[in-house]
């Protein structure tokens, strides 16, 4: 079946750095790709849409500033979270374009 | 945004009880999907019913779709301890894009 791989699986920065987190397709190609962000004890909200070739929409609340997403092929989205802070721990997960594939997720704490 | 609202947000049962969790939503859906989560992981997906569908069946899973009143269940049969988890409902309004409004979840924990 469809896999969705995410990269690295949890990762701890100091505040001020900026993080990238990889997610990929792993057998199939994925033009939309979705980037969800989680807090502890609440549900998933949407941060963006990954485009293929083209930039990502980013829902009303979401820096596109702070959040980088870059999804310059059909297997591969990445998200840099710029300039981290304690605020921005969280757990993000990706999905690629079909409803149900979503990546194991990433856990980042900053410190 | 968030759409979905699960009720309850936490529930409690012994092993071999039945779990009933409900979800509203508040437009129009395409589909509506159940999710699991254990503590820190990714999600697993549960089951998928389309807007067209009343009823849906698999394994031990019962889930139904009102959408007059914007409202699903999932029931969970016949519990055991390894169900303990969050569930999560969400839903897509259709088109070329799968977008996911999720809502805010039930954390079930079955006791042994």
């Known amino acids: 079946g469809a896999v969705v791989s995410q990269h690295p699986s949890w990762v701890i920065c100091k505040s001020g750095t900026s993080v990238k987190i990889e997610c990929r397709s792993l057998?199939?190609?994925?033009?939309?790709m979705f980037w969800y962000r989680q807090f502890p004890k609440q549900s998933l909200m949407l941060m963006a849409t990954?485009?293929?070739?083209?930039?990502?929409?980013?829902e009303q609340g979401v820096e596109k500033d702070k959040f980088l997403i870059n999804h310059a092929s059909l297997t591969l989205s990445t998200l840099t979270v710029t300039s981290a802070h304690p605020e921005d721990s969280s757990f993000y997960i990706c999905s690629a374009s079909g409803r149900n594939y979503f990546g194991p997720g990433t856990r980042l704490t900053v410190l | 945004s968030q759409q979905g609202e699960e009720d309850p947000q936490a529930l409690s049962i012994q092993e071999g009880e039945n779990a009933t969790m409900n979800c509203s939503y508040k437009?129009?859906?395409?589909?509506l999907q159940w999710y699991r989560q254990n503590s820190g992981r990714g999600l697993v997906h549960l089951i998928l019913i389309r807007s067209n569908e009343r009823e849906k069946h698999s394994g031990r899973l019962r889930v139904t779709l009102d959408t007059s009143k914007k409202s699903s269940s999932l029931l969970i049969t016949a519990s055991r301890a390894a169900d303990t988890a969050s569930y999560f409902c969400a839903t897509d309004a259709g088109g070329s894009n799968y977008k996911l409004t999720f809502g805010k979840g039930t954390l079930l924990t079955v006791n042994p």
């Open positions: 990954s485009n293929e070739g083209s930039k990502a929409t980013y």
């Open positions: 057998d199939f190609q994925a033009t939309t």
């Open positions: 437009t129009s859906i395409n589909n």
